[in-house]
């Protein structure tokens, strides 16, 4: 072969490589292309939009069936049961929280937030812990459920709004106001009957009463609005839902655990009846399956859009009350109902965080 033969078949044979290398690169871009179009995008955030819902849907069933088993643990005038309860509730989201960071700690990755946050959370998570969960407790032992859950989440999802807006920068479409003005309307027919519900806790059918029973629940309302707000920002931060939540579900375990000691001591507390214990366990497991519903939620979905899916919680729990505890069943009540699922049905969706 001579020389100049060798040379074209060399160059021949690069022409090829680069030929090959070209396509490659060809076919490499086209598939960074493929994942950046605009219908793949939508698609993606479709998913987060779905995931977002049906844990909303799930924390919804959660906190339902935990506020039932609240409902039955309520004992009218007697608020060291009732911190005695919130404590008890707190404790197994603690437990699970806590076997994630370790789980986190395995892999090398961090798990607690870094030290100046964990401050900022244990002030939230007392704010959640008593202006939240023992005012819910606190209400229901005085109201029941027809007069707790609606209030609390009419008072939830004002707030949470309201905040989301100011601290997310969250916007309330005209369809989400419209959503809200039915649901508020829904809160006031499933409240008309307060009276019938606090004779039924035990306690006289007084104006004084049922004030401090709403007043009870509209704190508790405020307090889980203005928390939500809170995860909201952490999670769609630089902060995991572990690391997020472990700080709010310790203090709630710790300082209610130590609250109900210091006020009843351990002998009042231990004294359980044994139908007590099922209800405690069903309710804080079931309280700590929705709260990390909530924050897997929120991650995906607006506080606003979480907060009206929740408030299906106004309808199961009126008739949890009405099949479990012979709370009353009036036509305001069914006109409630009908009216909370077209809230919710109306409400914008909103985008998913970035």
Known sequence: MSDDEAINQKS?????????AIASSSDRSSTTADDTQPENKTRRV??????????GICAAI???????????????????????VTANKAIPAALIAWFMIFVQWSRGEPGLPPGRMIWRLILVGLVMQYAGNFMF????????????VPVCFSMLIIAGAWMSRLVCGEEITPKTMGAIGILIVAVGMLSSGAGSATTSMGHADSWQTTALAILSAAVSGVAYGATGVV????VTGTLTIPS?????????????????????????????????????????????AAFFAVAGSLKRIPVTFLNILNASQNAMCAIGG????????????????????FGILLVDRGKPAD
């Open 12 to 20: 021949n044979s690069e022409t090829g490589q680069g030929d090959t």
């Open 46 to 55: 479709d998913d987060e939009l779905g995931i977002g819902i049906l844990l």
């Open 62 to 84: 959660g906190y339902s069936g935990a506020n039932l088993a609240l409902r039955q643990l309520a004992i009218p005038n007697d608020p060291g049961w009732a911190v005695w």
């Open 137 to 148: 407790q606190w209400s229901l032992s005085i109201g029941g459920l027809a007069i707790t």
């Open 231 to 234: 995860v909201r920002r952490l």
């Open 244 to 288: 997020s939540l472990v700080v709010l579900s310790t203090t709630g375990a710790v300082t209610m655990t130590a609250h109900a000691f210091l006020v009843d001591g351990p002998e009042k507390l231990f004294k359980l009846s044994e139908g007590h214990w099922p209800a405690i366990i069903g309710a804080g497991v079931m309280n700590a």
């Open 322 to 341: 009405v099949m479990l505890f012979a709370e009353p069943v009036t036509s305001p009540l069914v006109a409630g109902c009908v009216l909370t699922m």
